[in-house]
């Protein structure tokens, strides 16, 4: 009896597409900019395995261009998560306020996050800001998830250096450990689903 062994052959590596996330980030100035990296880069280290990051960066004083308020009324309007870096004790500014305005009226009922990153909050003093109030009110209308971060205004503008960088993207904020561990459903979608 002739024997024919059939070896086993290594089974072809399996290409599966990463989910994709769209994040806008806004703000207000170069501090509260700075916040935000730090948070964005905290979400693109931890996520960036399963999902494919498009994120857009837009200054709130660049949106009184009615091109760039367009284009980032559309980038809202159709993102998985908006982060807000904002000052403390004050309004939002109004061109702010437009552009949520904008944004708002096109969200459709996908599931979505907005998120504040508030500087120059007071450590003794911890009530909301409020721009702070005025955008859970949004989040509430929108039907998005609501997280928010406030933290204190250094004195001094810090340096940053290799290990700087380094430290800050290994740090995980209280923020983004509730951001992380929040439970969604990712709906998939195909040809043949």
Not at 72 to 79: K, P, Q, R, T
Not at 98 to 110: E, I, L, P, Y
Request: proline share 5%.
């Amino acid at each position: 009896m002739n024997k024919t062994t059939t070896q086993s052959r290594p089974e072809a590596s399996h290409w599966e597409p990463k989910y994709p996330f769209d994040l806008v980030v806004s703000y207000e100035d170069t501090t509260t900019r700075n916040h935000a990296l730090q948070l964005y880069d905290h979400l693109a280290q931890k996520l960036l395995d399963d999902y494919d990051f498009q994120c857009t960066w837009w200054k709130f004083d660049h949106l009184r261009n009615s091109t760039l308020m367009e284009q980032a009324s559309d980038a809202a309007a159709e993102a998985n998560m908006i982060i807000m870096a904002i000052r403390a004790g004050k309004e939002l500014p109004a061109t702010a306020k437009t552009w949520v305005n904008g944004w708002m009226a096109r969200k459709d009922s996908r599931k979505s996050a907005l998120v504040t990153v508030i500087a120059g909050v007071d450590p003794k003093h911890k009530e909301p800001c409020p721009a702070q109030i005025y955008l859970q009110k949004v989040a509430r209308t929108a039907k998005m998830d609501f997280f928010s971060h406030s933290f204190d205004t250094p004195k001094e503008t810090p340096s940053y250096s290799v290990e700087t960088i380094a430290e800050r993207a290994e740090k995980v904020t209280p923020l983004l450990e509730e951001i992380l561990h929040q439970k969604t459903t990712i709906l998939r979608w195909g040809i043949n689903e």
